[in-house]
């Protein structure tokens, strides 16, 4: 069996960020290629996802391209035309918002679920992020070289090839 090692590239930085469960399952799913965020670190990255609620964890590792930072407007376009996403909901999400952020999920595994208590024992310094945190910076590497090492699924690679085409013709107008 693979681990995250495998996969992981070396000269991207790499975060940890919190998700909802229904998110996560819809990343893992194959539905959900875009994730919204009013604020967010814009250039390429990879992250292991903390999923939250009672049964939440780390269960996926993901990359993601550079964000997309536009108006509300042009992001609910987006997100129609790439994950089929409901305009009125996308611009309710970034009401009041000046611009936010989507970010182009490129690739995933998913992991055996690491609970949150084993998280904590493991790492007296592990919290679930509100934002994100870098997991790439001195005072979370051992979380980090300790992440790299458990087992994942094989990498599915997200092509975005025909979507980015999509996308161009899309903000062009």
Request: proline letters at 9%; hydrophobic letters at 45%.
């Amino acid at each position: 069996m693979s681990t995250v090692a495998d996969f992981y590239l070396h000269d991207r930085p790499t975060l940890l960020f919190s998700l909802h469960p229904e998110p996560t399952q819809a990343i893992i799913d194959g539905v959900k290629l875009l994730e919204y965020r009013r604020r967010f670190f814009s250039e390429p990255f990879q992250a292991f996802v903390y999923t939250s609620g009672p049964n939440g964890g780390i269960r996926l590792y993901l990359r993601c391209d550079k964000g997309l930072q536009l108006p509300p407007d042009q992001l609910a376009l987006v997100g129609a035309l790439i994950q089929h996403d409901s305009p009125d909901v996308t611009a309710a999400y970034f009401k009041d918002a000046a611009q936010g952020v989507a970010l182009p999920i490129t690739a995933f595994t998913t992991l055996p679920n690491i609970p949150l208590a084993q998280l904590q024992q493991q790492f007296t310094n592990f919290v679930a992020p509100r934002s994100y945190v870098f997991l790439d910076r001195p005072a979370r590497q051992a979380q980090l070289d300790w992440l790299l090492q458990q087992p994942c699924q094989p990498l599915q690679l997200i092509d975005w090839t025909r979507r980015y085409a999509a996308l161009a013709t899309l903000l062009a107008r």
